[in-house]
């Protein structure tokens, strides 16, 4: 099976190449979309979906990209604007790449060459939320990292799409760190929808609590949370 991956993406030559595109026209190939030229991300997903059509079995797939522990760099020369943008057309590379048929070269067999949108969820994580001021002041840290409350997306066939949770208010902080933003959802419930609404993990194994996937946390925090229930996000279906 690893054979057949690396049929896949390989070129004729043989020689692994991670910039080698994929056998057939596809939004994750630079040369069919100058969109995502030079972004690793897109490399990394353009394996990702050779794997996927394969059809391996695999379940879980995990990519990352770094730099945004920028500091004072953060938009100096649009660096933080380039890093929004390698997630955002990379991202929506592989969804198009999901969400079409492809047609292989002769001699490629046993493939999902079909619209696989409908199999995939796509889900970010971070632990890099921003801060709503800067938090540190000297030349060197200056910047808005760490914060302990950001937005993710969820992308996929399944997907409900639209906005979950409010905006959050500039001018009404959380209480614990008046620089953070205050939160909708606990993160827990972020990916305990995941769990429990697309990978079929009963209700009654997240939690929280002990022995459960979601661990408790019921010391109210000085917003008056605490994580004592799990609570679904509607972006999945039940």
């Not at 001699?107 to 801060?131: D, H, Q």
């Amino acid at each position: 099976e690893g054979a057949k991956v690396d049929a896949l993406i390989l070129l004729a030559e043989g020689n692994y190449d991670a910039d080698n595109p994929l056998v057939y026209g596809s939004p994750l190939n630079e040369t069919d979309n100058p969109n995502v030229t030079g972004m690793r991300l897109a490399r990394d997903l353009k394996h990702v979906a050779a794997t996927i059509r394969a059809d391996v079995g695999a379940r879980f797939f995990h990519v990352a990209m770094g730099g945004f522990d920028s500091h004072s760099n953060q938009e100096r020369g649009f660096f933080h604007s380039y890093l929004l943008r390698e997630v955002s057309e990379a991202v929506a590379g592989f969804y198009n790449e999901m969400n079409q048929a492809v047609s292989l070269p002769g001699g490629y067999g046993g493939y999902e060459t079909g619209n696989l949108a409908s199999k995939v969820v796509i889900v970010t994580f971070s632990e890099f939320g921003r801060t709503i001021r800067q938090n540190a002041y000297s030349a060197g840290p200056a910047g808005t990292d760490h914060a302990t409350s950001a937005p993710q997306l969820v992308t996929g066939g399944p997907v409900l799409g639209g906005q979950y949770g409010a905006y959050p208010d500039l001018d009404n902080p959380g209480s614990d760190n008046d620089d953070d933003l205050r939160m909708t959802y606990d993160f827990r419930d972020f990916f305990g929808t995941i769990l429990a609404r697309w990978l079929n993990v009963p209700v009654a194994d997240l939690g929280p609590g002990p022995g459960k996937l979601l661990p408790a946390t019921p010391e109210v925090d000085g917003d008056g949370n605490s994580y004592t229930a799990f609570t679904p996000i509607p972006f999945l279906p039940a």
